[in-house]
């Protein structure tokens, strides 16, 4: 039973770059959370996704977006990218009416 | 959010039991005590959450307070690989649920 996984790994972007993270749930789960973790911080969340709406927003702007597709797969996406949002993103998933959730391994986004 | 309050850092010993304290006196009757842990360059992992009783799994063992203001996760015999950041997390009440509010947690090193 594969677990959540995240793609890319790793990824370099210039300021005012545009960039989309990609989720997939473990089996089973139809909610997809994301987190962004900045170096020795703890994970803040961004935004939740259930049946392809947002349904819960952290405190970021809305360069920060997101989609989630009829298979409960997910993407994140960042415009005009800036410094500081040079961070580890995470992707978690879940069943709608549990609270536990388990995590990806991350995408390490560096912005130049 | 209700807030959670952790020490920065504990020690430990191969082979000991640990005990992580978290204080949490402005839980609500309906935030669920969870606790994760990240291991080095990894996503959270879930270890356990209860809500009133002690809880058990395979993992860890947590033990509520009677007033539920505090809660204590307990590592049975630690061993190398549990040395992380352990984060106590309240969620599931009003607002709250779906999202996890992460804290800076507690850095645990466990010595051989």
């Known amino acids: 039973d594969a677990g959540v996984t995240q793609s890319p790994t790793h990824l370099i972007k210039t300021r005012g770059q545009q960039v989309t993270l990609r989720c997939s749930p473990k089996?089973?789960?139809?909610?997809v959370s994301w987190y962004q973790q900045a170096l020795g911080q703890g994970p803040q969340f961004i935004f939740q996704?259930?049946?392809?709406?947002?349904?819960q927003r952290g405190n970021f702007p809305d360069r920060f977006s997101g989609h989630q597709f009829p298979n409960y797969s997910s993407e994140l996406n960042v415009n005009a990218l800036l410094l500081g949002d040079s961070a580890l993103y995470l992707c978690?998933?879940?069943?709608?009416?549990?609270?536990?959730?388990?995590f990806g391994p991350g995408t390490r986004l560096t912005v130049l | 959010d209700a807030k959670t309050t952790q020490p920065n850092s504990m020690e430990s010993n191969e082979e000991e039991p640990v005990h992580l304290p978290c204080n949490h006196s402005?839980?609500?009757?309906?935030?669920?005590i969870h606790w994760y842990r990240q291991l080095p360059s990894q996503g959270p992992e879930y270890v356990i959450h209860?809500?009133?009783s002690n809880v058990n799994n395979r993992m860890a063992s947590l033990a509520i307070a009677e007033d539920r203001k505090s809660s204590t996760l307990i590592l049975h015999r630690a061993t190398l690989r549990d040395a992380a950041v352990y984060y106590c997390i309240l969620s599931g009440g009003g607002t709250s649920y779906g999202k996890l509010t992460f804290g800076q947690g507690t850095i645990l090193t466990v010595h051989p």
């Open positions: 996704y259930y049946e392809e709406e947002e349904r």
């Open positions: 402005t839980i609500s009757g309906t935030d669920y």
């Open positions: 209860g809500l009133t």
């Open positions: 089996s089973g789960h139809d909610t």
């Open positions: 978690a998933s879940s069943l709608a009416a549990a609270n536990t959730q388990y």
